[in-house]
């Protein structure tokens, strides 16, 4: 079947999903995930035949897509911070506000020598592999999902050279260094929030999505208490969490004896990380 046919035939499939903006962009990313023909490529040469078996993945796909699966499951890919990560739906797809933590944490490492590194509750591994893609630090991934870290791996290997150590753990549980940085995107939705998501979201693992608490800091409260015995003197916590949340964490380090407290905001504006130093 011709190209310029299963486009018109297949777009108001797409659009029968709310969530989807842009149809024929997310037609024209399946078809290139199937077919391997780029952008330019589908523009310049729409009546290219389609062999019936690449029709009937793109098909399943767009099925997929019409039920509220995420693209990037779909299509195992999101870019974040300038590279390419594998996805699965064992981990959550990294959102473009994540980037605020990595520009945070690469701004601080720039005036340190050969920083230790820790991204806790890493997923994917988006945060800890794009510090260590732009600065010089050993950094450390860890997750306590099993299923997570192979997606972790995969990453570590296509990204980073394998240059990095990754830990299973709960929390702390398995970690024994100290660090001079530990970055976390714990689960922090409450569960009310999560309620209110849309259906896509609820695709992906709602482990890396809730916390329990009636604010959802309840992980981000264990891990304010324990981060002082993983940090060196002087270390930095650096924590994503909800702009509805900002400053009760903030009020948290401080109660922790943290110093140097700092709110960052997203490109949206929106308060998104706080920054905390800790001297023993
Ligand atoms: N920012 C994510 C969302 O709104 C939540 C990420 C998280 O809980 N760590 O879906």
């Not at 509220?68 to 959550?92: M, Q």
């Not at 990294?94 to 509750?121: F, G, H, Q, S």
């Amino acid at each position: 079947m011709r190209l310029s046919e299963i486009k018109s035939s297949l777009v108001a499939i797409l659009e029968q999903n709310s969530d989807v903006e842009n149809a024929p962009r997310e037609l024209s990313i399946i078809i290139e995930d199937v077919t391997g023909l780029d952008k330019i490529k589908q523009i310049l040469e729409p009546n290219i035949d389609i062999d019936d078996n690449s029709l009937c993945i793109i098909k399943e796909k767009i099925n997929l897509r019409k039920n509220h699966t995420p693209l990037s499951y779909i299509i195992g890919k999101r870019e974040f911070y300038g590279l390419n990560f594998y996805v699965s739906s064992d981990t959550l797809i990294p959102r473009p506000d994540t980037e605020t933590i990595v520009e945070e944490a690469i701004n601080e490492i720039k005036v340190l020598k050969k920083p230790k590194v820790l991204d806790l509750c890493t997923g994917t591994g988006a945060i800890g592999i794009s510090i260590k893609a732009n600065t010089n630090c050993d950094i450390t991934l860890s997750d306590i999902s099993n299923k997570a870290l192979e997606v972790t791996r995969k990453n570590a290997e296509a990204l980073i050279n394998n240059e990095c150590k990754i830990v299973q753990s709960n929390l702390f549980e398995n970690i024994d260094d100290k660090f001079d940085i530990i970055v976390t995107n714990p689960p922090y939705l409450t569960a009310q929030w999560y309620d209110e998501v849309t259906e896509e979201v609820k695709h992906e693992p709602k482990l890396a999505l809730v916390s329990s608490g009636d604010d959802g800091l309840d992980l981000i409260r264990e891990i304010i208490k324990s981060a002082p015995k993983h940090l060196k003197n002087g270390g930095i916590l650096l924590i994503e969490c909800d702009y509805r949340q900002t400053k009760l964490c903030a009020k948290l380090l401080e109660t922790a004896n943290f110093t140097n407290i700092k709110i960052i905001k997203d490109l949206a504006q929106k308060e998104r990380v706080v920054r905390g130093s800790y001297y023993a």
